[in-house]
């Protein structure tokens, strides 16, 4: 891509989607994400005027003097973004391709955590982890991530589970880590991803073009294929039997992908080019604050 392209479009995501930030996604983000007060931090002996409601009657009776919790406002959060630049994800019919999309989610949640003053890190894989960010703050990190994304091109997919297993290594503060990939993985990687899931706030965005969603009838010979194997074919979507099985197959395998999501205790959303971002995330928002 060429230097003025991508400062182009990197200019274009922060204008467009910032204010989407600034209208409607910040504040379900900070609802969503903050607003579990304060946190312990120690206990302490016990002056007049503190709170007798934080007093700690189990330090208190063990020294026979009244002792008090102490609190302290919750740290900020880790946002971590970990995001699939495979070849697949630069498949797309029409604007916006899912790397377009995926570019946009990454700018949301970006811009989001700098409104909150949360630490934002990413890391690209494809055939094994390709780049990793430090977490920081500010907007020159923010246009970093977006640049790394849109410049992100992998060779081919490797192995899902192995990427899992890395960030288990490598992220050793809680954080809240958004994993950004179409998933059309043919390994099993659930149990790395549920023990991820037990030690960080996991949420699945899965992105998809609409043709992977549903292929329609009737619009002519359509040519498929997998662009990290370099397998193509050609569909006649004039046969309604065979367009009709192959959207069921990408039912099912849709169906299995979102149970297996819930059985391993992570929150998920489908993004395509015909629903965008910003409508899946605020679902999404919506449906962990109604849990909460």
């Known amino acids: 891509m060429e230097i003025t392209d991508l400062t182009r479009r990197i200019k274009y995501i922060e204008v467009v989607v910032r204010k989407k930030v600034d209208e409607a996604f910040s504040g379900a983000y900070s609802s969503v994400f903050k607003g579990r007060g304060i946190e312990f931090a120690e206990v302490r002996e016990y002056v007049p005027g503190d709170d007798v409601q934080s007093i700690d009657w189990n330090v208190t009776a063990r020294y026979a003097r009244p002792f008090t919790k102490k609190f302290v406002e919750e740290r900020q959060l880790n946002l971590v973004l970990v995001v699939d630049v495979s070849p697949s994800m630069s498949v797309g019919f029409r604007y916006p391709t899912k790397k377009d999309l995926v570019a946009e989610v990454c700018a949301g949640l970006g811009f989001s955590s700098l409104r909150n ?34 410049t992100g091109e992998g060779r081919e997919t490797g192995s899902f589970s192995d990427v899992l297993k890395y960030l288990l290594e490598v ?51 359509i040519r498929l294929g997998n662009p990290e194997s370099g ?62």
């Open 117 to 150: 003053n949360d630490r934002l890190s990413l890391f690209t894989f494809s055939s094994g982890v390709e780049k990793a960010v430090h977490p920081r703050r500010g907007r020159r990190h923010v246009l970093r991530i977006l640049r790394e994304v849109l």
């Open 171 to 221: 992220i050793k503060k809680k954080a809240v880590v958004f994993l950004i990939s179409d998933f059309f993985f043919s390994e099993d990687f659930w149990k790395p991803l549920t023990i991820l899931a037990r030690r960080h706030d996991v949420i699945s965005l899965v992105v998809r073009d609409d043709y992977e969603i549903e292929l329609p009838v009737g619009r002519g010979r």
């Open 231 to 292: 397998d193509s074919w050609v569909v006649n979507t004039a046969n309604k039997v065979l367009v009709g099985e192959i959207n069921e197959a990408l039912r099912k395998e849709r169906e299995e992908l979102f149970r297996g999501f819930v059985r391993s205790g992570v929150d998920s959303a489908l993004i395509t080019p015909s629903s965008g971002w910003l409508k899946p995330m605020l679902a999404l928002f919506r449906r962990r604050e109604r849990r909460r």
